[in-house]
């Protein structure tokens, strides 16, 4: 029989059984689309009847396989919604499919033929098999999937798939239906996966694949040898399956006449922990038929149960609390205790705009770079494909720099208007006919750098050195390495390794994906208790290794450890404890611990008397200092109030000025809560005057707030000595600051702002100006041969000078 597929005329020889082929023209597209595959799973004689071991419990191969077939669907449930998943059986015991007629028995196809999405009634119908126990052929198989396969995906952009779950019962040495099947499988573009149940774990001898080793030999685009430990730690609810495709496709600029095309892939990529989105159980039941929407649902939302976040903007300090209307809002830079304003313009004026690229600034030596420079996921640059001269360019740029053992550092942007960023290239060279790629890694700037050094260590003695290297012998995880055995003993391969880190999962996410597929099938089911503490743990054969030679009593007599208990933090301290503590010393009798009142606890009822207490107590001593010259009525001298606690005065850095006016505005109590912000605020101007000149601008404002305060207080010579101290600054960081401050003619308190100064108009205009001030006393004194004053040997002042002084 002769088909003609996908342009091409294919011979079909019929020996035995009577095959059946549809006509209809394949399109074969070259890129991907959308995934298809079909899950073809034996439940015959053999896998019905034979048992192996699954853990501790022995089971039937045909359960191996179910299960196999159910994580499988259970993943592109989570993560591939899209895909399209069918379900065909063999070595039932009826038949149901399409070519029933044509003598296709006991070949049953799930969903009557059906692909679907896969979901959570295609996962439940995977836990238990059709009835089996028939004579199980899988060409019968096959050729009904395939023929499923064609029908379905005649014209479509998609990816065909067929996952056989079988044994080596099902098929033969020499079956030319068998290889015809195969040439099939290259003419639709369909990859067959087989997995054998029951076969040597991770084994990929020929004896143990049957009639298929040669196959997948002679076909290695179409067919696949898959181990079941593979094809379960691929199709596991821990593992999102990726394409590997190009994250960006650019040029490697070499120099401005040579420049490589080459494409950048990911090659490790943090996977985080799914999020759980919020949802409304109120709108889920509104949208039910019977419900109905209630009167403040809209409509629209009742399409789906995702809630919706509205956000609205008030003013801090508004009371009536309106909306902020959004022409009327800006962003903003906190800058100290002031917010810099920032337009969309601004934005769009800071963004960095530039092309993407990636540009050599040179080469360095591999030695000048170590894992800790690395700030990022690693990459991987490779030659573009299909693009020969640009294979070979990339080929010779590997090997000059294996050669001479040198690193390519550039410059990478790879989106446009992206942020840039410096890398290092790292070669390396190809094996088994891979290509050979670049592997990029993130450098980091001046800023990411966090320097860090460790103390000083004793030197270790010969004994210690001995028993440390025992213990790294014995967690030693590579086996080849430490017995020298070889990878490959008698035809059977075995693994090198105890661990490998490139298989291990992450636990918390298979946790996380188990429980979800339990609840979507148990809805009540209840979280289990953790155990991720076993998921990783050293490997069995270190632990043996390390309790044979007693290491762990070794490292303890060599190193003399000692278990160190960590310090416990603050604790509360009570009344009864402190008297215990004395009571030890001193000869103390019952103390009433509740009679005993604590300031800094009372309570509002109790801070409202002490208030009222005080202040009848000062209307008492105003009415009795107005009696009669400080005598009470009953004749008794009047000695001072007692003061109350002294409060604690504190000047942040954050908002300065708003702390030192609102101590300034606090009087009374007969505490001096004016000089202790005063002083506070001096020292918040000198630290801000050393941190830099970006912080200038905000210690000029608390200057200013400061002078203002000093002026309202009287304490005009307190601001005028520390002023005068800012002048003489001998920093270049105080030079600049007072050069400012001078230019805002911030300077000394003149006599007309506070009577009690002794600084004139004319001064403080010489102190701005930096000039040097003499009186008019001093300037006439200076031509008297005597050296008396004026006032002294002058005229005698009038009534009118006098008066003038005392104004």
Same mark, same amino acid.
């Given at each position: 029989?002769y088909i003609?597929?996908?342009?091409?005329?294919?011979r079909?020889?019929?020996?035995?059984?009577?095959?059946?082929?549809p006509?209809?023209?394949?399109?074969i597209?070259?890129?991907?689309?959308?995934?298809?595959?079909?899950?073809?799973?034996?439940?015959?004689?053999? $896998?019905?009847?034979?048992? $192996?071991s699954?853990?501790?419990?022995?089971?039937?191969?045909a359960?191996v396989?179910?299960?196999?077939a159910?994580t *499988?669907?259970?993943?592109?449930?989570?993560?591939?919604?899209?895909?399209?998943?069918?379900?065909?059986?063999?070595?039932?015991?009826?038949?149901?499919?399409?070519?029933?007629?044509?003598?296709?028995?006991?070949?049953?196809?799930?969903?009557?033929?059906?692909?679907r999405s896969?979901?959570?009634?295609?996962?439940?119908?995977?836990?238990k098999?059709p009835?089996?126990?028939?004579?199980s052929?899988a060409?019968?198989?096959?050729?009904?999937?395939?023929?499923?396969?064609?029908?379905?995906?005649r014209?479509?952009?998609c990816?065909?798939?067929?996952?056989l779950?079988?044994?080596?019962a099902?098929?033969?040495?020499?079956?030319?239906?068998?290889?015809?099947?195969v040439? #099939?499988?290259?003419a639709?573009?369909t990859? *067959?996966?087989?997995?054998?149940?029951g076969?040597?774990? /991770?084994?990929?001898?020929d004896?143990?694949?049957?009639?298929?080793?040669?196959? =997948?030999?002679?076909?290695?685009?179409c067919?696949e040898?898959l181990p079941?430990?593979?094809?379960?730690?691929h199709s596991?609810?821990?593992?999102?399956?990726?394409?590997?495709?190009?994250?960006?496709?650019?040029?490697?600029?070499?120099s401005?006449? *040579?420049?490589?095309?080459?494409?950048?892939y990911?090659?490790?990529t943090?996977?985080?922990?799914?999020? *759980?989105?919020?949802?409304?159980?109120?709108?889920?039941?509104a949208?039910?038929?019977?419900?109905g929407?209630?009167?403040?649902?809209? $409509?629209?939302?009742l399409?789906?149960?995702a809630?919706m976040?509205?956000?609205?903007?008030?003013?801090a300090?508004?009371?009536?609390?309106?909306?902020?209307?959004?022409?009327?809002?800006?962003?903003?830079?906190?800058?100290?205790?002031?917010?810099v304003? /920032?337009?969309?313009?601004d934005?769009?004026a800071?963004m960095?705009?530039?092309?993407?690229?990636?540009? !050599?600034?040179?080469?360095?030596?591999?030695n000048?770079?170590?894992p800790e420079?690395?700030?990022?996921h690693?990459e991987a640059?490779?030659?573009?494909?299909?693009?020969?001269?640009a294979?070979?360019a990339?080929?010779?740029?590997?090997?000059?720099?294996?050669?001479?053992?040198?690193?390519l550092?550039?410059?990478?942007?790879f989106?446009?208007?992206a942020?840039?960023?410096?890398v290092?290239?790292?070669a390396?060279?190809?094996?088994?006919?891979?290509?050979?790629?670049?592997?990029? #890694?993130?450098?980091?700037?001046?800023?990411d750098?966090?320097?860090?050094?460790?103390?000083?260590?004793?030197?270790p003695? @010969?004994?210690q050195?001995?028993?440390?290297?025992?213990?790294?012998?014995?967690?030693?995880?590579?086996?080849?390495?430490?017995?020298?055995?070889?990878?490959?003993?008698?035809?059977?391969?075995?693994?090198?390794?105890?661990?490998?880190?490139?298989d291990?999962n992450?636990?918390?996410?298979?946790?996380?994906?188990?429980?979800?597929?339990?609840?979507?099938?148990?809805?009540?089911?209840?979280?289990?208790?953790s155990d991720l503490?076993?998921?990783?743990?050293?490997p069995?054969?270190?632990k043996?290794?390390?309790?044979?030679?007693?290491?762990?009593?070794?490292?303890?007599?060599?190193?003399?450890?000692?278990r160190?208990?960590?310090s416990?933090?603050?604790?509360?301290h009570?009344?009864r404890?402190?008297?215990?503590?004395?009571?030890?010393?001193?000869?103390?009798?019952?103390?009433?611990?509740?009679?005993?009142?604590?300031?800094?606890?009372l309570g509002k009822?109790?801070?409202?008397?002490?208030?009222?207490?005080?202040?009848?107590?000062?209307?008492?001593?105003?009415? =009795?200092?107005?009696?009669?010259?400080? =005598?009470?009525?009953?004749g008794?001298?009047?000695f001072?109030q007692?003061?109350?606690?002294?409060?604690?005065?504190?000047?942040?850095?954050?908002?300065?000025?708003?702390?030192?006016e609102?101590?300034?505005?606090q009087?009374?109590?007969?505490?001096?809560?004016?000089g202790e912000?005063?002083r #506070?605020m001096?020292?918040?101007?000198?630290?801000?005057?050393?941190?830099?000149?970006?912080?200038?601008?905000?210690?000029?404002?608390?200057?200013s707030?400061?002078?203002?305060?000093?002026?309202s207080?009287?304490?005009?010579?307190?601001?005028?000595?520390f002023i005068?101290?800012?002048?003489h600054g001998?920093?270049?960081?105080?030079?600049?600051?007072w050069?400012?401050?001078?230019e805002?003619?911030?300077?000394?308190? !003149?006599?007309?702002?506070?009577?009690?100064?002794?600084?004139s108009?004319e001064e403080a205009?010489?102190?701005?100006?930096?000039?040097?001030?003499?009186?008019p006393?001093? @300037?006439?004194? =200076?031509?008297?041969?005597?050296?008396?004053?004026?006032?002294h040997?002058?005229?005698?002042l009038?009534e #009118?000078?006098?008066?003038? $002084?005392i104004?």
């Amino acid at each position: 029989i002769y088909i003609y597929i996908g342009g091409q005329l294919n011979r079909f020889v019929t020996r035995g059984r009577r095959s059946y082929w549809p006509s209809n023209r394949l399109i074969i597209m070259a890129w991907k689309g959308k995934d298809v595959t079909i899950l073809l799973v034996d439940v015959g004689d053999s $896998m019905c009847r034979q048992k $192996m071991s699954a853990g501790s419990e022995l089971v039937a191969k045909a359960d191996v396989a179910m299960s196999l077939a159910k994580t *499988l669907a259970q993943q592109k449930m989570l993560f591939l919604p899209r895909s399209e998943l069918g379900v065909v059986f063999f070595g039932t015991a009826g038949t149901v499919n399409n070519l029933e007629r044509d003598g296709y028995e006991h070949v049953t196809v799930a969903y009557d033929g059906i692909l679907r999405s896969p979901d959570l009634p295609m996962v439940q119908y995977l836990m238990k098999h059709p009835d089996g126990g028939a004579a199980s052929d899988a060409v019968n198989g096959l050729i009904v999937t395939l023929d499923l396969l064609i029908q379905r995906t005649r014209d479509m952009k998609c990816t065909r798939t067929i996952h056989l779950l079988t044994d080596l019962a099902s098929t033969s040495f020499g079956d030319e239906d068998l290889e015809e099947c195969v040439r #099939q499988l290259a003419a639709t573009s369909t990859l *067959l996966k087989v997995s054998l149940i029951g076969a040597p774990p /991770m084994s990929m001898a020929d004896a143990d694949w049957g009639p298929w080793a040669p196959l =997948a030999r002679a076909s290695p685009g179409c067919i696949e040898l898959l181990p079941t430990e593979i094809f379960a730690r691929h199709s596991s609810l821990s593992v999102k399956p990726v394409e590997l495709r190009a994250k960006v496709r650019m040029s490697l600029t070499i120099s401005p006449q *040579l420049e490589i095309p080459i494409g950048i892939y990911s090659r490790t990529t943090r996977v985080s922990f799914p999020t *759980l989105k919020k949802s409304s159980k109120r709108a889920a039941l509104a949208g039910a038929p019977a419900g109905g929407a209630g009167p403040d649902i809209p $409509m629209d939302p009742l399409k789906k149960d995702a809630v919706m976040t509205d956000w609205t903007y008030h003013v801090a300090d508004d009371p009536e609390g309106r909306d902020v209307a959004k022409e009327d809002r800006i962003k903003g830079h906190r800058y100290g205790s002031s917010i810099v304003p /920032m337009s969309e313009y601004d934005e769009a004026a800071l963004m960095y705009t530039c092309e993407r690229t990636l540009t !050599t600034l040179g080469f360095a030596d591999m030695n000048s770079l170590s894992p800790e420079h690395s700030v990022h996921h690693i990459e991987a640059v490779a030659a573009d494909k299909g693009d020969a001269w640009a294979a070979c360019a990339f080929e010779s740029l590997i090997q000059v720099m294996l050669s001479e053992r040198l690193v390519l550092i550039a410059r990478y942007v790879f989106r446009k208007n992206a942020q840039p960023r410096m890398v290092a290239l790292w070669a390396r060279k190809g094996e088994n006919g891979c290509a050979s790629i670049l592997e990029m #890694q993130y450098l980091p700037f001046f800023e990411d750098i966090r320097e860090w050094s460790c103390p000083s260590l004793p030197t270790p003695s @010969a004994e210690q050195e001995a028993t440390v290297e025992a213990l790294v012998d014995a967690f030693n995880l590579d086996v080849v390495a430490t017995s020298g055995a070889e990878p490959i003993k008698g035809g059977k391969s075995f693994d090198p390794e105890y661990f490998k880190l490139e298989d291990t999962n992450n636990p918390c996410l298979a946790r996380f994906y188990d429980f979800v597929v339990k609840r979507l099938v148990t809805p009540g089911i209840k979280v289990p208790p953790s155990d991720l503490g076993n998921h990783i743990d050293v490997p069995v054969q270190a632990k043996e290794k390390s309790e044979k030679r007693k290491i762990p009593d070794e490292l303890k007599a060599k190193f003399t450890l000692q278990r160190v208990e960590k310090s416990g933090g603050k604790r509360k301290h009570f009344w009864r404890e402190a008297i215990a503590e004395k009571r030890k010393d001193l000869d103390l009798g019952e103390v009433d611990t509740k009679r005993i009142r604590v300031p800094e606890r009372l309570g509002k009822k109790e801070e409202q008397e002490k208030k009222e207490d005080d202040d009848e107590e000062k209307k008492k001593g105003v009415k =009795a200092e107005e009696g009669g010259g400080g =005598a009470t009525s009953s004749g008794g001298p009047v000695f001072a109030q007692p003061v109350g606690v002294f409060p604690a005065v504190h000047v942040g850095s954050v908002h300065p000025e708003r702390d030192f006016e609102r101590w300034l505005a606090q009087k009374g109590g007969g505490h001096d809560i004016v000089g202790e912000a005063m002083r #506070q605020m001096k020292d918040i101007i000198e630290r801000l005057i050393d941190e830099g000149e970006d912080f200038h601008g905000k210690a000029l404002s608390c200057l200013s707030s400061l002078r203002k305060g000093c002026v309202s207080e009287g304490e005009a010579g307190l601001f005028n000595n520390f002023i005068r101290l800012l002048s003489h600054g001998v920093t270049q960081r105080k030079i600049h600051f007072w050069k400012r401050a001078s230019e805002a003619s911030v300077g000394l308190i !003149t006599d007309g702002e506070v009577p009690t100064s002794t600084v004139s108009i004319e001064e403080a205009r010489a102190f701005l100006r930096g000039e040097p001030f003499f009186p008019p006393s001093s @300037a006439s004194a =200076a031509h008297k041969p005597d050296g008396s004053s004026g006032t002294h040997g002058g005229p005698p002042l009038t009534e #009118q000078d006098l008066e003038a $002084m005392i104004d």
